[in-house]
């Protein structure tokens, strides 16, 4: 399939080069549709296209109004959560070679892990209702 | 071919990522700022690839575009845009923010000329491969793996703390 | 020059099923809601797959004045291409993939986190109150159930002690892992549905509270292309679980590899489609609950279950 399999294997920074491509054609193929359609369609201004669609009542001031702190609160465990998982990319790979050793390493860390999120949910950090 | 090619790659994204970097802090928009350190992050992720750290390039995507830079966003949603968030310009604000800066530009100077160019050996480096990492990692790095999971704890607790006592008071 | 034609292979065949399963989806509904859906244009009302796209041609494509101008263009191209992205690794037969990464695996998780901004943006973008509760809601979901897509997949990973989704399917020749993983499979369903933000899970959009959400403000092809990036998502997430947990394109020899692999991937668009039919949109606060109080712990215990057993066979 590859011209040199030994440049484009896995194991090289080359393997990357079709991303590359991929990136050109995904962007150039919404590029172009957006572009190309944007002059096809008719350019009427009206009232009604100038304020928000609210459901037909009248709007009431606009969209930059801060949000409720829950919102970020789930952004900010989910950060944390995400990179605990990072760890267990690595660990996923190797655990045979690691053996109980490894394992052992593993389950102390998700212990901490269940710690914590049991702490969370004491908390009720994740309860959407007050 | 292969070496000329590899710098015209690193050119690129070196451009890019300057670029990016400084439509950060040049961008009037926090929004946009948060696009352009997005597109910073990218060209990062570029370079680690360009280094054979594979795990650590895609890591660098998940990580920082997909998860901080959310936060980020959700940050910038929280505060009120309609009120003129822009705070006042202190002066002594200015000259602090120009001496860290500048500490830090000191700092990565000098070590950048202590790094010896020697250690450095062209050809495909496999350590960066998630499986070598790993096994790094389980065995001489273990100990460190397990603090840094103390570390997320404590930063559950603290974000929980600081996000409730906000809630209660809204 | 192989993997220019690849490249656009793949884009060719993913739009083409993108757009087949406008039709699809609409035939399939009525079949299961007893009505007759599209059935006016062409034979089996097959050509309202170009009427739909001629359609979305065709409109206004109104950028609203009061929106974030390139922000709002920014949102449906980012839905597009990370679906696109997360196509570059599957492979589809022995040889036929675009970029075989060592990290595939994850390489596709980290663009499937990449989708939760094509919501964060263009429903702040579009200055909207919906659009931006839809917003809020669908990345707070999303970004919950990425974690648990990341972590169902682990078992996976042990089983075949790689990220490199060919090595993956080969490892499965003598076995699928749905049927040593089923908890992982079920799990990572569930979080492509939420990822996918498809019924039951359609609360960034949910029509009757949130007025069609995050995209209220979309119109022409800027709506069409979150029409073809949800579609475009149903289809990765089925190819991704057929890969993982159905063998990939292994099958009897009597068909050739891709075929296998397409005939197992529609028969999990089927099933999105039924799941669409046949389920009702739970509460925002019971989604959120169910996601970190039940598949949280679920697929931690599924992982280090895993490991354990795997461990105990070896010794």
């Not at chain 2, 600081?162 to 809630?167: A, L, P, Q, R």
């Amino acid at each position: 399939m590859f011209t040199d399999t030994v440049l484009l294997s896995a194991t090289t920074p080359f393997s990357y080069f079709p991303i590359v491509l991929q990136l050109c054609a995904a962007l150039g193929f919404v590029g172009l549709t957006m572009f190309a359609t944007h002059f096809l369609g008719p350019k009427r201004k009206t009232s009604d296209k100038l304020v928000t669609f609210e459901s037909g009542i009248e709007q009431k001031g606009n969209a930059r109004q801060p949000v409720a702190i829950k919102y970020f609160l789930t952004a900010i465990l989910f950060v944390l959560f995400d990179v605990e998982v990072i760890f267990f990319y690595p660990y996923a790979v190797n655990f045979r070679e690691l053996g109980w050793d490894g394992f052992l390493a593993m389950l102390l860390f998700v212990a901490f892990f269940l710690g914590g999120f049991f702490y969370i949910l004491k908390k009720g950090a994740l309860k959407w209702e007050d | 071919m292969g070496m000329s090619l590899q710098q015209i790659v690193f050119g690129v994204l070196s451009i890019i990522s300057i670029i990016s970097a400084l439509g950060v802090i040049l961008s009037k928009n926090p929004v946009t700022s948060v696009l352009c350190l997005i597109v910073t992050f990218f060209t990062i992720a570029g370079h680690y690839i360009m280094l054979n750290a594979q795990f650590l390039a895609v890591v660098h995507i998940i990580v920082y575009a997909g998860a901080i830079m959310v936060l980020f966003l959700f940050v910038i949603m929280l505060m009120n845009l309609n009120a003129e968030i822009e705070p006042q310009k202190r002066s002594w604000l200015k000259y602090a923010g120009a001496i860290s800066g500048g500490a830090l530009l000191l700092v990565l100077l000098a070590a950048l000329r202590e790094a010896s160019v020697s250690s450095l050996q062209p050809g495909a480096v496999e350590i960066g491969l998630i499986s070598n990492l790993g096994k790094t990692l389980f065995s001489t790095y273990v100990l460190p793996f397990e603090v840094s999971s103390i570390l997320f704890l404590s930063a559950m607790v603290g974000a929980v703390v600081i996000g409730k006592k906000e809630g209660h008071e809204s | 020059m192989q993997h220019v034609w690849i490249v656009l292979g793949v884009l060719f065949v993913f739009l083409n099923i993108a757009a087949g399963l406008i039709w699809v989806e609409r035939r399939l509904l009525a079949l299961w809601q007893d009505r007759l859906g599209p059935n006016r244009a062409g034979p089996l009302g097959l050509f309202i797959v170009l009427a739909d796209t001629l359609k979305l041609f065709f409109k206004e494509d109104w950028i609203p004045p009061f929106a974030d101008k390139w922000v709002f263009i920014l949102a449906p191209t980012v839905v597009v291409a990370s679906v696109l992205m997360g196509l570059a690794i599957i492979p589809f037969a022995p040889g036929i993939v675009v970029a075989d990464l060592n990290v595939g695996l994850m390489f596709f998780l980290a663009m499937s986190s990449l989708g939760v901004y094509s919501i964060v943006l263009g429903g702040w973008a579009s200055n909207n109150k919906y659009s931006l509760l839809g917003a809020l809601r669908g990345a707070s979901q999303m970004i919950a159930y990425e974690v648990f897509m990341g972590l169902s997949l682990m078992g996976v990973v042990m089983l075949s002690r790689s990220f490199n989704l060919t090595e993956i399917v080969a490892a499965q020749e003598k076995i699928w892992y749905v049927f040593l993983q089923p908890v992982g499979f079920i799990i990572f369903f569930i979080a492509g549905l939420a990822e996918t933000h498809r019924l039951p899970f359609d609360i960034p959009e949910a029509e009757s509270e949130l007025i069609a959400g995050f995209h209220a403000e979309y119109s022409g092809m800027k709506f069409g292309m979150f029409f073809i990036g949800e579609y475009l998502g149903i289809s990765l997430i089925s190819a991704m679980t057929v890969t993982l947990f159905f063998g990939g394109w292994l099958g009897p020899a009597f068909l050739p590899p891709v075929v296998w692999f397409f005939l197992k991937t529609f028969l999990f668009i089927g099933l999105f489609i039924l799941l669409r039919a046949s389920l009702p949109r739970p509460r925002y606060d019971q989604l959120m609950a169910y996601g970190w109080k039940l598949l949280l712990p679920l697929v931690l215990a599924n992982l280090l279950i895993t490991g354990a057993v795997a461990l105990w066979l070896k010794s």
